[in-house]
């Protein structure tokens, strides 16, 4: 089954607007990890955030954690055309060794 | 440091036959994960090694897929016989530690069966 759910599937904005996509999970992580995908290329990490952690910054990136809610968001302030991509949340358990990841929202930044 | 490699990038097969994924994890990783994306949907885990042994294959979908790790070092992932919904991206990561961080990723081979 599915455990993790991301919103909205597709986003499409204008480049220098802001981009926020949320992910919700049903089990319990200790950490919650945000992917990107460019067409055709691998996945590359852009931000982790603890269970004990509710919000983190990484340049451009902003991601918040509710623990108690079981959701996540990722912020992308200053949109670029290069942002375009798919984005993906993943849910890390201590008592697991894989991640699980959510469904993905296609990200369009027109220039 | 090279990253993970993988290869093909893309592969595209009839149904019924087979293909060879291969992966080259970063050296030094004893870790190596395989994960994929069918038809859009979420990326679902496959299976993970630890150096030669698998320590949890709970992802694997059938007896179709066969994955490998002699050695150590690369790993294979054949699917046998190939399936319309077999179609996907498949994905190949290592980290160091045994541990849901820390993964580097490589760029995915993308299967078409037709």
């Known amino acids: 089954s599915q455990q993790g759910e991301e919103d909205p599937q597709a986003l499409s904005i204008q480049e220098g607007e802001n981009a926020t996509m949320n992910c919700s999970y049903k089990t319990s992580i200790n950490n919650l990890q945000w992917y990107r995908q460019n067409s055709g290329r691998g996945l590359v990490h852009l931000i982790l955030i603890r269970s004990n952690e509710r919000e983190k910054h990484s340049g451009r990136l902003r991601v918040t954690l509710d623990t108690s809610k079981k959701s996540s968001s990722l912020l992308i302030t200053a949109s670029r055309a290069a942002d375009t991509a798919s984005y993906f949340c993943?849910?890390?358990?201590?008592?697991?060794?894989?991640?699980?990841f959510g469904s993905g929202t296609q990200l369009t930044v027109l220039p | 440091e090279a990253g993970v490699t993988q290869f093909p990038s893309h592969s595209v097969i009839e149904k019924g036959q087979t293909v060879t994924l291969r992966c080259d994890p970063i050296s030094g990783h004893d870790n190596l994960y395989w994960y994929r994306r069918v038809m859009g949907k979420e990326i679902k885990f496959l299976l993970h090694?630890?150096?030669?042994?698998?320590?949890?294959e709970s992802g694997m979908p059938n007896n179709r897929f066969l994955a490998e790790r002699t050695g150590g070092t690369y790993s294979t992932l054949k699917v046998q016989p190939a399936e319309l919904e077999d179609s996907g991206v498949y994905f190949c990561a290592s980290s160091q530690e045994a541990v849901s961080y820390g993964y580097t990723f490589g760029s995915g081979t993308r299967l078409t069966v037709v």
């Open positions: 993943a849910g890390g358990s201590g008592s697991a060794r894989q991640l699980t």
């Open positions: 090694f630890v150096k030669e042994s698998k320590q949890d």
